[in-house]
């Protein structure tokens, strides 16, 4: 440790690899003395992790920042200097922009040079200029950054694969994330057993197309997702995997291979729930949004995975309002999804976003319309997951113990679908994976209680790196 303790806060939007990148940043700026603050008023450096996906994500940054200015000022004038960047996704894109429109920004660094995060903070505490970063260099980033240790809970995050090379015509991720790349199997499987040692009981795999995973061993051997798996699931302690987000056109391996299928069938630390965007049910508008698959291999990689995991249940990300997207196409989603029956989703109205060929397209689609296309499916979404939570109750279901919960007595689980769960139950149980009989659904969690004699049972082992 240099000098006296400092504070930072690390501010995250948007998906799960940027929470799993904000534990990094904190971790690599600890060598500098950095800890956690629990405000901005208190904090000796704010980092705003961003997110760039559509445009009330992106409009997060400047409300914040306005925030933050005021502080800033308050903070100069008590003679104090608080640090303030901007990471992430909208870093990537605006770079630049931000220090233009912000000029009380002291650092912006996108998603791939987080590696250089402690460099440029000292740099810019030293000299009280501004740093900017957005090169692309992701496996530089893997190998500076130190390896995830700090306890995440009995539920972690890894990210394995990062950045995609698919170009859907709305998204920006390929613009923000760069390239894909894959981190070698052994640096998984290292990051994996600190994670279990540190009290991780489920793993999360994180990649843009996750399971396009391809990670090159140091014998030169390509590993798939489906063979990462299996080595993970052999780690003592570990008792659960998932993995997310997946791309439909990367269930099967490049020649046809569906180990990740079978991986489904074999593996049962592998949790029987996916999620995996389709977007829309309508091949034309799968073609204009470059999606390269259409609703038929959607269909039969559905029925696939259902047959080699009966109980698998599945969640999707669906865009409405594609620019050309007739109220025809929109009908094929709202038949896909009642033909499919999802236990979860997501659904957005389509957002242009600056750079993104759809942007420009001419054909784009009245807001009203799409307000309407999004209603009527979420309210089918809505009642598939209802029912689906509803089918549970009366059944014993595993839960991994993971947290307190709201009320005191109370600790909250995950079933193997992913449905929160509460429990009245001894906290020592946390980290531990029992059985519940499920008793009430909520429309998105379920209460559980204990079989006769459970309350016994031992505390969660640790389990050494
Ligand atoms: N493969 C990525 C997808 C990230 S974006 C992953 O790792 O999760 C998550 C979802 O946001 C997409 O599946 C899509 O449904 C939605 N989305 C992306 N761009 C969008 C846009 N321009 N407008 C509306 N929704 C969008
Ligand atoms: Fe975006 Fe498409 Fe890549 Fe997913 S697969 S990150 S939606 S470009
Ligand atoms: Fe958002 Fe970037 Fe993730 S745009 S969804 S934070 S990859």
């Known amino acids: 440790m240099t000098g006296p303790a400092k504070k930072l806060l690390v501010k995250t939007w948007g998906c799960q690899m940027n929470v799993y990148d904000s534990a990094r940043m904190a971790e690599a700026l600890a060598p500098l003395g950095y800890g956690p603050a629990s405000a901005a008023e208190d904090a000796d450096m704010v980092i705003l992790n961003t997110c760039h996906i559509r445009e009330k994500a992106s409009e997060k940054l400047f409300s914040e920042l306005g925030r933050l200015r005021v502080i800033k000022q308050q903070q100069a004038a008590a003679g104090r200097r608080i640090l303030i960047a901007v990471a992430g996704c909208v870093a990537q894109a605006e770079g630049e922009a931000i220090l233009a429109r912000a000029p009380y920004v002291d ?12 460099e440029m903070v000292a740099r810019v505490a030293r000299s009280g200029g501004v740093a900017l970063e957005t090169d692309f260099a992701v496996a530089e980033k893997f190998d500076a950054l130190p390896e995830a240790r700090a306890p995440q809970g009995v539920s972690a995050f890894l990210t394995v694969q990062e950045g995609c090379d698919k170009f859907c015509s709305f998204c920006v991720v390929p613009y923000t994330r760069g390239a894909e790349m894959s981190r070698p199997p ?8 600190a994670l279990v040692a540190a009290g991780a009981r489920e793993i999360t795999l994180l990649g843009q197309n996750v399971n396009a995973y391809h990670g090159e061993a140091a014998d030169g ?3 798939s997702l489906g063979r990462l798996i299996e080595a993970l ?5 570990l008792l659960r995997l998932r993995y997310t987000t997946s791309h439909p056109n990367d269930m099967l391996g490049k020649d046809g291979a569906d180990d990740l299928i079978a991986a489904h069938r074999d593996v049962p630390a592998l949790m029987p729930y ?3 965007p389709v977007q829309s049910g309508s091949d034309r508008v799968l073609a204009a949004m470059n999606r390269r698959h259409t609703v038929d291999h959607f269909l039969s990689i559905v029925d696939r995975l259902r047959d080699a995991r009966p109980d698998i249940a599945l969640s999707s990300d669906f865009i409405v309002g594609h620019p050309g997207e007739t109220d025809a196409d929109f009908k094929a989603t709202m038949d896909l999804v009642a033909r499919v029956k999802f236990a979860g989703a997501y659904s957005f109205m389509y957002s242009p976003r600056p750079g993104t060929p759809a942007a420009t397209a001419p054909n784009q689609v009245p807001d009203e319309v799409k307000a309407a296309r ?6 089918l979404l809505t009642a ?4 689906f939570n509803a089918a549970t109750v009366g059944r014993t279901v595993s ?5 307190p919960g709201r009320h005191a007595g109370q600790v909250m689980g995950r079933s193997p679908w992913l449905q929160p769960v509460h429990v009245t139950a001894p906290e020592t149980l946390i980290g531990t994976e029992i059985a519940l009989r499920i008793t009430h659904a909520h429309p998105n969690s379920l209460a559980g209680e204990m079989l006769p004699g459970q309350a016994l049972a031992a505390a969660p082992q640790a389990f050494a790196a």
């Open 399 to 403: 839960v991994l113990l993971a947290a």
């Open 221 to 223: 051997a390509v590993w």
């Open 384 to 387: 598939q997951q209802r029912a």
């Open 274 to 276: 996916l999620h995996l």
């Open 233 to 237: 699931a052999a780690l003592p302690g």
């Open 374 to 379: 999004l209603q009527e499916l979420q309210a």
């Open 186 to 193: 052994e640096a998984v499987l290292a990051e994996a057993r």
């Open 107 to 118: 650092l912006v660094t996108g998603p791939q040079s987080y590696q250089r995060l402690p």
